[in-house]
T-cell receptor, first 115, second 111 residues
């Protein structure tokens, strides 16, 4: 089944403890992206990747890192999480790098709480 | 960067009536405008999109219109049904890679 998966789905952690949220897609998609969703702010793009080893900043990249060593995986890394990173995170992917050429599929979301 | 404003933030309509959500964008170079629907507890899903070289696009009960001169675009849902109740997000992309979203509209369809 074609899908985007994220792990973990729920995470409660403490300030400063490094964490990684994994994202994987099995559709051979070139483009992958991370978003955070906060009430009243909609979705905001954190980072995106157009291919292996090609990543770029979205609108809110501060405090986050990403890597794209394999086409199927695009982990989101929080080196030193802070309470303002408490949010619902979505990974997304699409077949081609040009948004609008193909549908962008979202993962199920990861709800992160930083105490 | 691109700034997308979305109105209204909440919308309540009687079943069978129409719903209209409006968005404005700031970057005149934006050329792709998707709309996403997010049901409670679920992930966003693309419902319709439009490119800047098209003024209107329809898909059954939903339609999107784009006014490039005024830099605004709208989602129209006709003959609303209870299953249309959800949060709707507009978005705009100016370089085909970055996507900026509006804050969302919570639509409630009253039976």
């Amino acid at each position: 089944e074609a899908q985007v998966t994220q792990n973990p789905r729920y995470l409660i952690t403490v300030t400063g403890k490094k964490l990684t949220v994994t994202c994987s897609q099995n559709m051979n998609h070139e483009y992958m992206s991370w978003y955070r969703q906060d009430p009243g702010l909609g979705l905001r793009q954190i980072y995106y990747s157009m291919n292996v080893e090609v990543t770029d900043k979205g609108d809110v990249p501060e405090g986050y890192k990403v890597s794209r060593k394999e086409k199927r995986n695009f982990p989101l890394i929080l080196e030193s999480p802070s309470p303002n990173q408490t949010s619902l995170y979505f990974c997304a992917s699409s077949l081609r790098i040009d948004l609008g050429t193909d549908t962008q599929y979202f993962g199920p979301g990861t709800r992160l709480t930083v105490l | 960067g691109e700034n997308v404003e979305q109105h209204p933030s909440t919308l309540s309509v009687q079943e069978g009536d129409s719903a209209v959500i409006k968005c404005t964008y700031s970057d005149s170079a934006s050329n792709y405008f998707p709309w996403y629907k997010q049901e409670l507890g679920k992930r966003p899903q693309l419902i319709i999109d439009i490119r800047s070289n098209v003024g209107e696009k329809k898909d059954q009960r939903i339609a999107v219109t784009l006014n490039k001169t005024a830099k605004h675009f709208s989602l129209h849902i006709t003959e609303t049904q209870p299953e249309d109740s959800a949060v709707y997000f507009c978005a705009a992309s100016f370089n085909d890679y970055k996507l900026s979203f509006g804050a969302g509209t919570t639509v409630t369809v009253r039976a």
